[in-house]
Antibody, heavy 121, light 110 residues
Framework: QGQLQESGPGLVKPSETLSLTCSVS??????????WNWVRQPAGKGPEWIGR???????NYNPSLKSRVSISLDSSRNELSLKLTSVTAADTAVYFC?????????????WGQGTVVTVSS | QTVVTQEPSFSVSPGGTVTITCSLT?????????PGWYQQTPGQPPRTLIY???VRSSGVSDRFSGSILGNKAALTITGAQADDESTYFC??????????FGTGTKVTVL
């Protein structure tokens, strides 16, 4: 089964851009079998789906975040990345990268351990 | 903004049965939403239990079952055990590549 590992700064200042990377092993991000998602979870709350990218580069985003978010793939590194601009305290959360089986809607079959991001000056 | 609502909490006795539901504020939930269910314990990522309404993920006990009940998605846990004590989240597909997670239900076994 695939393994995913998130990395990036644990502290981001308000109004700046949050940038995270997810290193993927056990599967190539360039094959059509999977979508690659980002999901976040504020402390004590339910998960929030942020968006996903397909091997073609096609993306889908949460409408509430669409104006601030960008998800992309780096095939040379077998990684996906997340950029979220103009962050506020409301963006403080654990951020997960998640693999979704492309042929089976709603099957998120592999999750990273998550990385904590705090937005604070 | 689409909101997916679950019961905040349930308490169930060991060996008992509990049903958690997942509802949309703006529409009935049906198979077209491909409901999924995830189990999460503190400090861990969610674990896949059910996808596409009722299909159990590999290795998941048959004590967990998914269905549509009326206008909601439902997760039923039968023969509750101590290690079922977790928070359970549903996820719904809204179409056009968009997903939304539920608010979560904390299940206590005592």
């Amino acid at each position: 089964q695939g393994q995913l590992q998130e990395s990036g700064p644990g502290l981001v200042k308000p109004s700046e851009t949050l940038s995270l990377t997810c290193s993927v092993s056990g599967a190539s991000v360039t094959i059509p079998s999977f979508f690659w998602n980002w999901v976040r979870q504020p402390a004590g709350k339910g998960p929030e789906w942020i968006g996903r990218v397909y091997y073609t580069g096609n993306t889908n985003y949460n409408p509430s975040l669409k104006s601030r978010v960008s998800i992309s793939l780096d095939s040379s590194r077998n990684e996906l990345s997340l950029k979220l601009t103009s962050v506020t305290a409301a963006d403080t959360a654990v951020y997960f990268c998640v693999r979704e089986v492309a042929a089976i809607t709603s099957l998120f079959d592999s999750w990273g351990q998550g990385t904590v991001v705090t937005v604070s000056s | 903004q689409t909101v997916v609502t679950q019961e905040p909490s349930f308490s169930v006795s060991p060996g008992g049965t509990v049903t958690i539901t997942c509802s949309l504020t703006s529409a009935s939930v049906s198979n077209i939403h491909y409901p999924g269910w995830y189990q999460q314990t503190p400090g861990q990522p969610p674990r896949t239990l059910i996808y596409t309404t009722s299909v159990r993920s590999s290795g998941v006990s048959d004590r967990f079952s998914g269905s549509i009940l009326g206008n909601k998605a439902a997760l039923t846990i039968t023969g509750a055990q101590a290690d079922d004590e977790s928070t359970y989240f549903c996820v719904l597909y809204l179409g056009s590549g968009i997903y939304v997670f539920g608010t979560g239900t904390k299940v206590t076994v005592l």
